[in-house]
């Protein structure tokens, strides 16, 4: 654990220049807004160690797997997101000198990232060459306008004496990956042009072997200052634009910098792309800082009155939850259903910026919760317009029906690690369960009886191709998977994976019963196909142990040595960071929830008896290195009434990269784990649950707190939840007469 950042409920912000800390700054004030993003890195020059990137949404590229291609069915490719031409560089000159943090004499630095109005700002004074300047830069990346990035400078002349102050601003295609082989680039840069007031590049991403499409990238930056302009020129990489003036004792100049960036993702053509990035940015050039910014924030604080919660009490809790939803909502709020949320989102390169199952077992339930059902629907449109690509997975493993990717730009399994990419084969059954989530909270179903009933089927097809029968058991089972927990590979029979399976087959059968005929025909699910689907979900092994009033990991799991996690010595800890592979693998040792996160799912199905011997069982063996398991085990401790176990886990889940408990939030936030903050204080702390089509809370208040609200869409209804040492308070503001179940009451909620 470790906290570099103030304790404030809207900000996160520091005083302290510690370059030690710089990756781990970069990563916590980064910004997006769905279509783009980009870490918190200096756009001046720095010298020292920094991982700039800026990342756009569905731009990647497929690098060639170099590890198990001669494996039948193996991903050819492993995709990857790529550093974008960076737009923000900006070599700044104090008498001549650049400016670089890194061996600079400074004073009085200040980082800031507000996020209520999602814009960062650094503050730092600078003494170079008899000099003294504090320079403010400003940048926020427009939620009015996808294309949209503003940067600001300001530099005043604090000092005693004239200074002259130099800015070179670029529009630069030299960048690389940090994981890339070799220094190799991504771009082959089209054009590049100067003026005096404007840098342009276009660039599309270098040929492939794979046949997946080339990205066009057009990047144009407008300069508005009342420095001097002294020079521009265009190399074959970069665009610069020189500016100077002389700054007198007690004067400040203001820099501005406005960036367009379109994609060929948007435009058909070339010369379509680049007429577009001219209008655009003639249309920014219109307006003033404050006006760009105005419409910016306003889009943020629409979003805020919906989702916010309010923690009185406990300020770390507070700036856990809002930073939590702030950096979810600047990676996705549903504006493209061509994208989908990425383990990194725009914060940096691991997991190559793809999408992974996380979305539909983590992320859909908070936007069903905070969003406009459309924003969750466009997830699931996401997988439905990449059924080929999951047709494609399931042919490459001689297998029917669909297999859904374990981490895809485009629907083609892109993974370079076969105990993960076709052993992790629950991500089928959670995309089913979102599905079902969906149509059970919005009680909406025209998807689940149009596309969802084709996701579903062809699913459905896959599980039944894939169980086999076991003739001694008179049992199905499915053998050599990994599920949610990753230090298992290669096991059979692994329970959540076996129960989803099931269970999909189950929920298929029901919805295919009630699609309409027109439909049914398109599906043309067999009667033979139905009895035997039938048949799977009746005789499907499920692992348990009677004894222990426990379900089995999978086959073998007991036969470990169990030792809690409390016997390993705290210096080996975290195990992925002190123990072999081999190691992990023969212990007992649980990555995250796994019998427990079906548990989490299905939390309704289970009886409290089955569910505290299953928590009691498992949780002790769980090491939490994963950032996803913090938040299911928060939930489930809340359900079961362990309030000090349920408020540990929101605040590790909260907090995982504010304090950065996992040692590993320097290359990037973990974006999709950012939805556990919200899961824990609204299924955890507000027993909150759909039944029949009902909304029931079941709230408590932590001790720590005085109080705690949020508020929650709910099939047209906007519904404000207090709780607070007087009890709990319930409001409908908006929608619909409701009725609630409230601890077992039945609550009528009016305007």
Request: avoid cysteine; hydrophobic fraction near 35%; aromatic fraction near 12%.
């Amino acid at each position: 654990m470790k906290r570099i950042f103030d304790v404030r409920p809207w900000h996160v912000t520091t005083t302290d220049w510690n370059p030690a800390n710089k990756r781990l700054q970069e990563s916590m004030t980064s910004l997006g807004n769905g279509n783009l993003g980009m870490r918190g890195f200096f756009e001046e020059q720095y010298t020292g160690d920094t991982l700039p990137g800026i990342y756009l949404g569905g731009v990647w590229f497929p690098d060639k797997t170099r590890v198990g291609w001669w494996k039948n069915g193996y991903p050819k490719y492993f995709g990857k997101v790529i550093n974008a031409i960076n737009f923000m560089a900006t070599d700044i000159k104090i008498n001549g000198e650049s400016v670089d943090l890194a061996h600079d004499q400074i004073s009085d630095f200040k980082l800031d990232l507000d996020m209520q109005q999602s814009v960062l700002t650094r503050t730092v004074t600078v003494h170079k060459n008899d000099a003294t300047v504090q320079l403010v830069f400003e940048r926020f990346i427009s939620a009015a306008q996808k294309e949209l990035v503003v940067q600001r400078i300001t530099a005043n002349n604090i000092g005693d004496t004239a200074a002259t102050i130099e800015i070179a601003s670029a529009v630069d295609a030299n960048v690389v990956n940090e994981d890339a082989n070799y220094d190799e680039t991504f771009w082959n840069v089209l054009t590049t042009n100067a003026d005096q007031q404007q840098a342009t590049v276009v660039a599309i991403t270098k040929e492939n072997n794979f046949g997946t499409p080339r990205f066009t990238v057009g990047t144009q930056a407008t300069v508005k200052t009342d420095l001097d302009a002294v020079q521009h020129e265009q190399t074959d990489t970069k665009a610069v634009n020189d500016f100077k003036g002389q700054l007198a004792a007690g004067a400040h100049t203001v820099f501005e910098k406005r960036t367009i960036i379109v994609t060929s993702r948007d435009y058909a053509s070339q010369a379509e792309l680049e007429q577009q990035m001219v209008k655009l940015s003639q249309q920014v050039a219109q307006e003033s800082y404050d006006q760009l910014f105005a419409a910016h924030r306003n889009v943020w604080a629409a979003r805020w009155e919906k989702s916010d919660v309010q923690i009185n009490g406990d300020d770390a809790a507070q700036q856990g939850i809002r930073f939590n939803l702030f950096q979810l909502f600047s990676t996705y709020y549903g504006e493209d259903s061509r994208l989908n949320i990425g383990p990194k989102g725009f914060t940096g390169e691991k997991y190559g910026g793809a999408t992974y199952w996380d979305t539909e077992a983590f992320a859909v339930p908070v936007y069903l919760g905070i969003t406009d059902p459309s924003v969750t629907r466009n997830l699931l449109m996401y997988r439905y317009q990449q059924l080929d690509g999951a047709f494609h997975n399931a042919r490459e493993q001689g297998l029917k029906g669909a297999l859904y990717p374990m981490v895809t730009f485009d629907g083609i399994e892109s993974h370079n690690e076969w105990e993960i990419t076709f052993e992790e084969i629950h991500r089928n059954g959670d995309i089913a369960f979102a599905i079902y989530n969906y149509t059970r909270y919005t009680g909406d179903e025209s998807y689940v009886l149009n596309e969802g009933s084709r996701v579903l089927t062809e699913m459905s097809r896959f599980w039944a191709d894939r169980v086999h029968f076991s003739k001694r058991n008179h049992k199905y089972m499915i053998h050599g998977v990994t599920g949610p927990d990753e230090y298992e590979n290669n096991v059979d029979n692994n329970w959540y994976t076996n129960y989803l399976a099931q269970w999909t087959l189950k929920y298929t059968l029901a919805t295919v019963a009630k699609v309409t005929p027109a439909v049914a025909a398109k599906l043309q699910v067999t009667e033979q196909e139905k009895q035997q689907w039938q048949d799977i979900v009746d005789r499907m092994y499920l692992p348990e142990d009677k004894e222990l009033g426990i379900f089995v990991q999978h086959d073998g799991f007991l036969d470990k040595d169990i030792e809690p996690v409390s016997s390993i010595p705290a210096d080996e800890l975290p195990i992925n960071q002190h123990w072999s592979w081999d190691k992990i693998l023969r212990s007992p040792y649980i990555k995250q929830g796994d019998v427990l996160q079906g548990v989490w799912d299905f939390i309704d199905d289970f009886t409290p008896e089955q569910k505290k011997r299953n928590f009691d069982f498992y949780e002790p063996l769980t090491v939490h290195e994963s950032s996803l398991s913090a938040a299911i085990h928060s939930v489930l401790a809340a359900d079961l009434k362990y309030e000090k176990q349920a408020v540990e886990m929101y605040e590790r889940t909260s907090r995982l990269d504010l304090d950065n408990y996992n040692n590993d939030t320097d290359d990037g936030l973990h974006i999709t784990s950012m939805t556990g903050g919200w899961l824990a204080i609204v299924q955890g702390f507000a027993g909150m649950r759909v039944r029949d089509g009902q909304l029931h809370f079941a709230p408590f208040l932590p001790q720590k707190w005085d109080s705690y609200q949020f508020r929650q869409l709910f099939r047209g209804r906007i519904i404000k939840v207090k709780v607070d040492q007087n009890g709990t308070q319930i409001s409908l503001l908006s929608g619909e007469p409701l009725t609630i179940d409230l601890a077992g009451d039945q609550v009528k909620l009016t305007k």
